[in-house]
C-alpha cells in the first residue's frame, strides 16, 4: 500500500488534507494502472506488465489523450486564506464546498498573516517580486495584526448586540479571513490545476497549496503520472 501523509501545515495557519483517493490504496490497485485499464477499456487490476503498462500511460500523456486520467480522483479538506480561494475557484472542474460564516462564527485568530512583504512586480502588473526590507516589513505586520484585531472586535460587538452572524462578518478583512473547504478533482484537472499553480509567476498564496499537492499526495500516489507530468507539462514552466 501506498504511502500519503494524511495532513500537511501550510502558510502560518493553513492545511491541506488528503480525505479520500479513488482508487483507494486499500484496493491494491494503483492509480497509475486504473488509468491504463480505462485505456484500454479493461477490468480494474489487469495488467499487460510494468513495462508495458508506464509505455501507455506516457503515450496518454504525451499525446493528450486525457480522458483516462478523470478515473482517478483525490478529495482534500483545506484550510486557506480567501486571497487563495479566489484563485483556486477559477478552476470550475474541482468540486468543492466551503465552511459558511452564517452557520459558523469565525475565531479571533482566523486571519492570514503574511511572513514577509512582497513588492510589487515591474514587469507584471499583477505579481509581486521581491521583498520589503525588515523595518517596514515589521511595521505593515503589526499594523494589519492591529487591523485584525480592530475588525474581530467590531465583530464581536455586531454578534453580542443581536446582529446576525451573516451581516456581522462585513466587519471582517475579507481577503485574509481563513475558511476551510472540501474540494474535489480528477487526475487530469488537477494537473492543469498544477501546471499552472506551480509556475514560478503564480502567486505565492496559492503556489504553496500546489506544491504541497504535487509532492505530498499526487507523486506518492501517481509516481508514473508524475514522471509523465515532468517530463511533458511542467518542463513548460521552466
Not at 179 to 184: A, G, I, R, S
Amino acid at each position: 500500500m501506498i504511502e500519503i501523509p494524511k495532513r500537511v501545515d501550510i502558510l502560518d495557519k493553513g492545511f491541506i488534507e488528503l480525505i479520500d483517493l479513488l482508487p483507494h490504496p486499500q484496493t491494491g490497485i494503483s492509480g497509475d494502472l486504473a488509468i491504463v485499464n480505462a485505456a484500454r477499456v479493461s477490468f480494474l487490476g489487469e495488467s499487460k506488465g510494468e513495462q508495458a503498462d508506464k509505455k501507455l500511460l506516457f503515450y496518454l500523456l504525451r499525446n493528450r489523450h486525457t480522458s483516462p486520467f478523470e478515473m482517478v480522483e483525490f478529495k482534500f479538506r483545506c484550510r486557506a486564506p480567501l486571497v487563495t480561494y479566489w484563485q483556486w475557484v477559477r478552476h470550475r472542474m474541482w468540486s468543492a464546498n466551503a465552511q459558511s460564516g452564517r452557520y459558523t462564527p469565525f475565531e479571533e485568530n482566523d486571519f492570514y498573516v503574511p511572513s514577509v512583504w512582497r513588492k510589487q512586480a515591474k514587469s507584471n502588473k499583477q505579481a509581486s517580486e521581491g521583498e520589503l526590507e525588515a523595518e517596514p516589513n515589521t511595521i505593515l505586520t503589526e499594523k494589519l495584526i492591529k487591523h485584525y484585531e480592530e475588525g474581530f472586535k467590531l465583530y464581536q460587538e455586531a454578534l453580542t448586540a443581536g446582529v446576525s452572524k451573516e451581516m456581522a462578518r462585513l466587519f471582517l478583512p475579507g481577503f485574509s479571513v481563513y475558511y476551510t473547504w472540501v474540494l474535489k478533482v480528477d487526475a487530469h484537472n488537477l494537473m492543469r490545476f498544477l501546471h499552472l499553480r506551480m509556475a514560478s509567476d503564480a502567486q505565492y498564496e496559492i503556489r504553496v497549496y500546489a506544491e504541497a499537492i504535487y509532492e505530498h499526495f499526487f507523486k506518492p500516489a501517481l509516481p508514473w503520472t508524475a514522471e509523465a507530468f515532468e517530463q511533458y507539462v511542467l518542463k513548460s514552466n521552466e
